[in-house]
């Protein structure tokens, strides 16, 4: 009787343990620690200034210029076509080439005299048998170092292969390029009847003015015409 009393006492122990544990709340959670969010702020690199121009970046920087010649050790090959090929520093450091019929876009760096010439691939199209569009455009891409001769650009290529010279794009070339050396020049021999004919005259009736050259020294003067355009001069015999 006693067990079993016993056992039912126990049982009921039981119960009550486990209604009053039911009965207590669980312990407050701990709150969670916030999540770390980004930072909104960027941060800024500040680009070192730019140093300006050097005078002979503004230079190259200042004109077109067309091939003119090209010389090496062998001599000097002078260009046919010297509008048929030119190059334009631009001043965002881009390059823009003419070469004959075909057209190229590159970059450059002329700091100093020192020179890179990074040239973008290009198609070659097929010019004439004797263009010289692609040696143009190999050649420009050679240069290491350039200077200037009166008003003409030289570029020395790499590993000793020569120099282009180039002339400001608008200037006569050839045959009708005005007489280098200043604003004047001479003519210490005899030409006969002669003609000076003024290449950027502003009328017809200015563009041949006949001249006597009998053994004289005659000056040859280069004239800066109206509107800002400057004019050359070269002696032509006259026709009988």
Known sequence: MFSRNHAILLAGLVMVLVIVA????????????????????ATVDIPAPVPPPTDELRMLRANSWQWIAY???????????????????????????????????????????KLTIEIEPVSLAACAPESRSQQFIELLAAGVRYAFEGQNLRIDLAADGGAMILA????????????????????????????????????ESMREMPIRLNGLIAPLQ??????????????????H
């Open 71 to 113: 010389e090496d050790t062998a001599g000097r090959v002078e260009i046919k076509d010297p509008a048929s090929f030119r190059a334009t520093f631009n001043t965002d450091a881009s390059l823009a080439v003419a070469a004959d019929c075909n057209n190229a876009a590159g970059s450059y760096q002329g700091e100093g005299g």
């Open 22 to 41: 039911a009965c207590v709340p669980p312990p407050p959670a701990q709150p969670a620690a916030p999540a770390s969010t980004p930072s909104t702020e």
């Open 168 to 203: 400001p794009v608008g200037e006569p070339a050839g045959e009708d390029a005005p007489i280098a050396g200043g604003s004047m020049a001479a003519v210490p021999f005899d030409l006969g009847d002669a003609v000076l004919v003024q290449t950027g005259a502003v009328n």
């Open 222 to 239: 280069r004239l800066r015409l109206s509107g800002g355009s400057t004019g050359g001069a070269r002696v032509r015999r006259r026709q």
